[in-house]
C-alpha cells in the first residue's frame, strides 16, 4: 500500500500570503489544528513545501490509519 502523510495545521494562514491560504486550502486544511491524511505523491510534498511553516507531517505506514 502507498505511504500516506498525516498533515496538521499548528499555525494560523490569517497573515499569510494569499497562495500559502489557497495551499492550505487546497490540502483540506481549513481550521487551525485540522488533520487531513493525504497520499505521499510529489505534487502534495510540494504543497507541503509551500506552507512548511504552518504545518507539521507524519508518515504512516500502510498499517496505520
Known amino acids: 500500500m ?4 498525516r498533515i496538521r ?3 494560523s ?3 499569510s500570503q494569499r497562495g500559502q491560504r489557497e495551499t492550505l486550502r487546497a490540502l483540506g486544511l481549513r481550521h ?3 488533520v487531513v491524511v493525504k497520499q505521499d505523491h510529489p505534487a502534495i510534498r510540494g504543497m ?4 512548511r511553516h504552518l ?3 507524519e ?3 500502510g498499517s496505520d490509519e
Open 2 to 5: 502507498a505511504r500516506q502523510l
Open 9 to 11: 495545521q499548528v499555525k
Open 13 to 15: 494562514g490569517i497573515n
Open 32 to 34: 487551525h489544528q485540522d
Open 48 to 51: 507541503i513545501g509551500k506552507v
Open 55 to 57: 504545518v507539521v507531517v
Open 59 to 61: 508518515e504512516l505506514d
